[in-house]
């Protein structure tokens, strides 16, 4: 078992431990709605979208490709000034 897992593992039991020790169905009621928010957040950082590596990786190759394939076919695309005003 890793150093990670047995802390997670320890705080866990701190975390009941203290639970099993409240007497109050309001207090628990409350930490419960606490809980479901915190997991809540959690799923949702999760979930959020990212670019991973391969994907920007593919982004750039076809930029490439796009601006390699106009230099051969003689089209001028767009410079950095037009795409300025254009945003």
């Known amino acids: 078992m890793s150093t990670s897992t047995i802390n997670l593992e320890a705080e866990k039991m701190a975390l009941i431990d203290l639970i099993n020790n409240v007497n ?3 207090v628990i009621k409350s930490l419960k709605r606490s809980f479901d928010r915190t997991i809540a957040t959690a799923l949702k950082k999760d979930a959020e ?16 490709c796009e601006v390699k394939e106009s230099q051969e076919k003689g089209i001028k695309l767009m410079d950095a000034k037009q795409l300025l005003n254009e945003l």
């Open 24 to 26: 109050s169905v309001s």
């Open 49 to 64: 979208e990212y670019i991973s590596k391969e994907e920007i990786l593919e982004g750039i190759r076809s930029a490439l």
